[in-house]
C-alpha cells in the first residue's frame, strides 16, 4: 500500500514538472537592456522591440501611428498606440527619448517660470 502512494506521488509531481515547462521549439525572447536611449521618433521595427513589453506587432503599430499622427511628443504619448498601457510607458521611460530630448524622471519636476 505504502509503495502504491509513493508510486502516486512520484507520478503526480513528474507530471506537474513537465506541465510547465515551455515546448522544446517554443521561440524564447530574452529581455535586452538597450545600450542607448532608443528615439521614439526616428527608431524601427527591431529598435523598438528592444524595449521591455514591445514586441513585433506593438512596434509596427508605434510607427504606423508615428507616421499617421506624426511624433511622439513625450513617451506618456505612447498610449495613444492600441496595446500601449499606462505599465508599458512606466517601464520603458528610462529607455527611450522623445524628440532628441531625456524625459523627466518624475512628473513632479516643475520649471522655474
Do not use: C, W, Y
Request: aromatic share 2%.
Amino acid at each position: 500500500m505504502t509503495g502504491l502512494v509513493i508510486t502516486g506521488l512520484i507520478a503526480a509531481a513528474l507530471a506537474l514538472s513537465i506541465a510547465g515547462r515551455a515546448p522544446a521549439d517554443a521561440p524564447t525572447r530574452l529581455a535586452t537592456i538597450p545600450e542607448r536611449k532608443i528615439d521614439l521618433n526616428s527608431a524601427d521595427v527591431d529598435e523598438l522591440q528592444l524595449l521591455p513589453g514591445i514586441g513585433p506587432a506593438i512596434a509596427a503599430r508605434i510607427i504606423e501611428d508615428r507616421a499617421a499622427r506624426g511624433r511622439f511628443p513625450d513617451v506618456e504619448s505612447l498610449t495613444r498606440v492600441r496595446g500601449v498601457g499606462p505599465r508599458t510607458v512606466i517601464n520603458i521611460t528610462r529607455f527611450t527619448i522623445a524628440d532628441g530630448t531625456e524625459q523627466a524622471p518624475d512628473s513632479d519636476v516643475h520649471r522655474d517660470r
